[in-house]
Structure formats: structure tokens, C-alpha cells
């Protein structure tokens, strides 16, 4: 099993552009979840997805957009990135409801100028 | 919102010392979570702690649920140098939708052989 995958690694963006992080875990897990880590900072959640076809907001969900299309599969959307947008973004996911053992990707780390 | 404090923010030790790292609230909680992050990776979860008062090990590694439920502590024996990386204590947000974790800022541990 590879776990959470995340791609790109890196990236860096002009303001104004979008993009697409890529979130798939082969652990065939209901429960997604997307973080943001600003430096310094513990992680903050952006969406949470509690199965297919089912996403929504987490504590910083402005400027983000998610789909839940597959149970694998759960992209993060950035439609008009901003530099306050430059942060390391985690994904994780977890086995049952409530659970608290949430296993994480590797991150990208993401620079908008 | 609730917040979780985390202390001391870094440290510094040489290998072979013990480390003790806490994490308190002024909220109650029924779960504490204590993940390990390594340079340019996600969150590990190390320990998981769900009842007020216990006691648990994985190998050099013991954490406890504060008998308050307001508080955890980790702490780290006999300490080498792969124990570097940033520590957070996480627990469950109750004022979102079930599984939404919220972090500590994180302990960063450094080891000097």
C-alpha cells in the first residue's frame, strides 16, 4: 500500500493563476481531509469529505474549493490563488466516523507570487 | 475557538537526555493525539490517548491523558538522534463535524549527537 499520495511536491504560482492538488489514498478509507500548515503553525482544516460525493468546510475554507468524486480521490482546488494562499498543504485520511487517526500525505508545498 | 498550548516551543538536547513535552486547553477533552512531523513529511501519529488518567507506551516514547482532561504530556527517553522533528499534540474539535482534528503549533526537538 502506498498510503496518502500527494502531488505536485512543489509548486510555485503567479497571483491570479489556479491549480489542482492531487489527493489519493489506497487504503480505501470514507474520511478525507484537507490541511493547511503556515510556518510555525500547527495544521488547519481547509474541507473534509465524510464519503463520496460529500464534501465540506473546515475552519479556513475560503478561497478552496474540493470534489469528492471517487473514495480515493480528493482533489483541492485553488481558483484564484493569493499569496496569503503560500502554505505547506496536507492531506489525510482516516478509516471510521470520529476517527482521531488520521494518516497523512507527504504534502506540497505551495508558493504563490 | 478551542486552542491547544503547546511547551516548550523548541528544545535543544543533547543525545541520550530524557525529554518531556505537554500540551494543555482550558477546554475538556475525551481524546489527546500526539503525531511526530520529520523535515518535508506529514504528521505520524505516534500515540493515541482516550481515557483521562492513562498511561501509554510505544517503545522510548510514553504519553498521558491528564487526569483534568485539559492536559497531555509526552515524553521521550534516552533520546537519539532520529527522534529530531516537530511534535504536535492534536485532539478532537467539537465544534465541528466528527473526526475534525485541531493541532498544537508543535514542539520542535532538536538532538546533538
Given at each position: 500500500?502506498?498510503?496518502?499520495?500527494?502531488?505536485?511536491?512543489?509548486?510555485?504560482?503567479?497571483?491570479?493563476q489556479?491549480?489542482?492538488?492531487?489527493?489519493?489514498?489506497?487504503?480505501?478509507?470514507?474520511?478525507?481531509?484537507?490541511?493547511?500548515?503556515?510556518?510555525?503553525?500547527?495544521?488547519?482544516?481547509?474541507?473534509?469529505?465524510?464519503?463520496?460525493?460529500?464534501?465540506?468546510?473546515g475552519?479556513?475554507?475560503?478561497?478552496y474549493?474540493?470534489?469528492?468524486?471517487?473514495?480515493e480521490?480528493?482533489?483541492l482546488r485553488?481558483?484564484?490563488?493569493a499569496?496569503?494562499?503560500?502554505?505547506?498543504?496536507?492531506?489525510?485520511?482516516?478509516?471510521?466516523?470520529?476517527?482521531?487517526?488520521?494518516?497523512f500525505?507527504?504534502?506540497?508545498?505551495?508558493?504563490?507570487? | 475557538?478551542?486552542?491547544?498550548?503547546?511547551?516548550p516551543?523548541?528544545?535543544?538536547?543533547?543525545?541520550?537526555?530524557?525529554v518531556?513535552?505537554?500540551?494543555t486547553?482550558?477546554?475538556?477533552?475525551?481524546?489527546?493525539?500526539w503525531?511526530?512531523?520529520?523535515?518535508?513529511?506529514?504528521?505520524?501519529?505516534?500515540?493515541?490517548?482516550?481515557?483521562?488518567?492513562?498511561?501509554t507506551?510505544?517503545?522510548?516514547l510514553?504519553?498521558?491523558?491528564?487526569?483534568?482532561?485539559?492536559?497531555s504530556?509526552?515524553?521521550i527517553s534516552a533520546?537519539?538522534?532520529?527522534?529530531?522533528?516537530?511534535?504536535?499534540?492534536?485532539t478532537m474539535?467539537?465544534?465541528?463535524?466528527?473526526?475534525?482534528?485541531?493541532?498544537?503549533?508543535?514542539?520542535k526537538?532538536s538532538?546533538?549527537p
Amino acid at each position: 500500500n502506498a498510503g496518502v499520495t500527494q502531488t505536485p511536491k512543489f509548486r510555485i504560482l503567479k497571483i491570479g493563476q489556479s491549480m489542482t492538488l492531487q489527493c489519493t489514498q489506497d487504503m480505501n478509507h470514507n474520511y478525507m481531509y484537507w490541511y493547511r500548515q503556515d510556518p510555525g503553525m500547527g495544521l488547519k482544516l481547509i474541507y473534509y469529505s465524510v464519503g463520496a460525493g460529500i464534501t465540506d468546510k473546515g475552519e479556513v475554507p475560503n478561497g478552496y474549493n474540493v470534489s469528492r468524486s471517487t473514495t480515493e480521490d480528493f482533489p483541492l482546488r485553488l481558483e484564484l490563488a493569493a499569496p496569503s494562499q503560500t502554505s505547506v498543504y496536507f492531506c489525510a485520511s482516516s478509516n471510521r466516523q470520529g476517527a482521531f487517526e488520521q494518516y497523512f500525505g507527504p504534502g506540497t508545498r505551495l508558493t504563490v507570487t | 475557538g478551542q486552542q491547544l498550548n503547546q511547551s516548550p516551543q523548541s528544545m535543544f538536547i543533547q543525545e541520550g537526555e530524557d525529554v518531556s513535552m505537554n500540551c494543555t486547553s482550558s477546554s475538556i477533552f475525551n481524546t489527546w493525539l500526539w503525531y511526530k512531523q520529520e523535515p518535508g513529511e506529514g504528521p505520524v501519529l505516534l500515540i493515541a490517548l482516550y481515557k483521562a488518567g492513562e498511561l501509554t507506551s510505544n517503545g522510548r516514547l510514553t504519553a498521558q491523558f491528564g487526569i483534568t482532561r485539559k492536559d497531555s504530556f509526552l515524553n521521550i527517553s534516552a533520546s537519539i538522534p532520529s527522534d529530531v522533528g516537530i511534535y504536535f499534540c492534536a485532539t478532537m474539535n467539537y465544534g465541528g463535524s466528527q473526526g475534525n482534528l485541531i493541532f498544537g503549533k508543535g514542539t520542535k526537538l532538536s538532538v546533538k549527537p
